[in-house]
């Protein structure tokens, strides 16, 4: 079982090092947590299976997996440095091709986004609406996590990739 570091670790291998040192390029710690959200929340609507053990909380900016976010706050609101943390994000773990194809999902769909932007979806998302309660982190259960508008997406997503694949072949 991973926790919220892990598929951290996942999540950041993905930003361009380039782009990262030439612009700035990367992934806050407030869009991190949004994503991890949606990757617990997509794991759990299309194969009932949570990815990372460690819970997601209703915190007053959205969802937040607190193991991470205490790793990554002393970037505050700037974006999470990736080449100081080259060693962490090398220790990547190797995903099943269901969970890669989860995490996957998420970040064609969602990284796009700004954090802002995430925090607008999150907030309009019924898991955290039914969660937060104002001054307390409460938990978000598994069973809040269920989405079939996002199981749907899922395998639509599913559908384009196959379709794709038989175009280049």
């Given at each position: 079982?991973?926790?919220s570091?892990?598929i ?7 930003i ?38 460690d ?20 970037y ?14 090398e ?22 986004y700004s954090?802002g ?10 898991a ?42």
């Amino acid at each position: 079982m991973y926790d919220s570091l892990d598929i951290s670790k996942v999540l950041l291998s993905k930003i361009n090092t380039e782009r990262f040192e030439t612009i700035g390029d990367g992934i806050s710690n407030l869009k991190l947590q949004k994503l991890l959200f949606y990757i617990q929340k997509t794991s759990v609507s299309v194969f009932d299976n949570i990815l990372f053990s460690d819970e997601i909380q209703a915190w007053q900016y959205g969802p937040v997996a607190p193991k991470a976010y205490h790793r990554f706050k002393a970037y505050q609101n700037g974006n999470i440095d990736i080449i100081d943390e080259r060693d962490f994000i090398e220790a990547s773990p190797t995903l099943s091709f269901n969970e890669l194809l989860v995490v996957d999902f998420v970040w064609d769909r969602y990284s796009q986004y700004s954090a802002g932007k995430l925090v607008d979806l999150t907030h309009q998302d019924k898991a955290w609406i039914d969660n937060y309660i104002p001054g307390i982190n409460n938990h978000i259960e598994k069973k809040d996590l269920k989405d079939k508008e996002l199981e749907k997406s899922f395998n639509d997503y599913l559908v384009s990739l196959e379709t794709a694949s038989e175009l280049v072949l």
